[in-house]
């Protein structure tokens, strides 16, 4: 008996030494070493055909939860719509607050030009997200702008949000947003109307911590006898650090008559 055992069980460890040196599936994700183009992958991790991770890169807004961070904005805006004003150099204070589903913010800003620095209003905003998909996010909202702008007839304006981002492939995003401004301000220098602004676009992420985009946006002009803006904008995304990240981008005018192009450089830190 103890003669047939122990034959029974070398036949069995032979066999298995056979099987695998034929088709060896050393991190044992469903694709043997011979096709798998991505070894060594974390076990249980889903992949492909070709043995790879099966993941798509969200970005921080849309994957970020439990989270606050603050970004420190300075933009230089070449204006050439204004007498004695050739250049704006803006400076802004923006915190966000992720909880749950919930975005919390606050941003504060100005600009200096050849004159005077000019404080413009504060804006506080909340919108919630909605996960349709997986890879589906639409996220609705709204704010309030505060008439720190000081001068006469600036009131409380009131805005609306909506707008999605969806991730098709690996490492490509779609976005798309609308928002509409309710203004209360009084028209002591020209007739002003409700203003909306649109914006679409798409982006590549080279790897987790560099992403790229490019967008169209149409903004409306708060007074009624102005012309809306027309933009092509870009923005290089970074993560330097777990806590740091950074951003520029660039705005180029399709108006001949307003600004005819801006860059923005941001510095943010994730205070957790």
């Not at 050393?26 to 993941?55: A, M, Q």
């Not at 997200?129 to 704010?143: M, Q, S, V």
């Not at 006898?225 to 290089?236: G, H």
Request: hydrophobic letters at 35%; charged letters at 20%; one cysteine or more.
């Amino acid at each position: 008996m103890k003669k047939i055992t122990s034959k029974f069980l070398i036949s069995i460890i032979f066999t298995t030494l056979i099987l695998f040196s034929q088709d060896i599936d050393s991190d044992i994700d469903g694709v043997i070493d011979e096709f798998d183009e991505c070894p060594n992958t974390p076990f249980l991790t889903e992949v492909n055909s070709k043995g790879c991770t099966v993941s798509i890169i969200l970005f921080p807004e849309d994957s970020k939860n439990d989270s606050w961070d603050i970004d420190i904005n300075y933009g230089i805006n070449n204006d050439l719509d204004m007498l004695n004003i050739s250049k704006k150099h803006s400076l802004a204070i923006q915190s966000n607050y992720y909880v749950d589903d919930w975005i919390y913010s606050f941003r504060t800003s100005g600009h200096y030009n050849n004159t005077h620095y000019v404080v413009k209003d504060t804006i506080l905003k909340v919108k919630k997200r909605f996960k349709l998909k997986e890879y589906l996010k639409l996220y609705i909202g709204g704010a309030v702008r505060l008439p720190s702008y000081n001068y006469l007839g600036n009131n409380i304006d009131y805005t609306i949000y909506l707008s999605a981002t969806y991730y098709p492939v690996e490492k490509v995003s779609l976005f798309v947003g609308l928002n509409y401004t309710f203004i209360n301000d009084e028209p002591l220098i020209a007739p002003l109307k409700d203003t909306t602004n649109f914006y679409i676009g798409g982006g590549y992420f080279y790897n987790k911590d560099l992403y790229m985009n490019i967008s169209y946006t149409y903004t409306q002009s708060k007074f009624k006898n102005s012309e809306a803006d027309n933009a092509i904008m870009t923005t290089i995304f970074y993560q330097i650090t777990d806590k740091w990240f950074t951003s520029i981008t660039y705005s180029h005018e399709l108006y001949e008559k307003a600004v005819d192009n801006s860059i923005n450089l941001h510095l943010g830190y994730n205070i957790w």
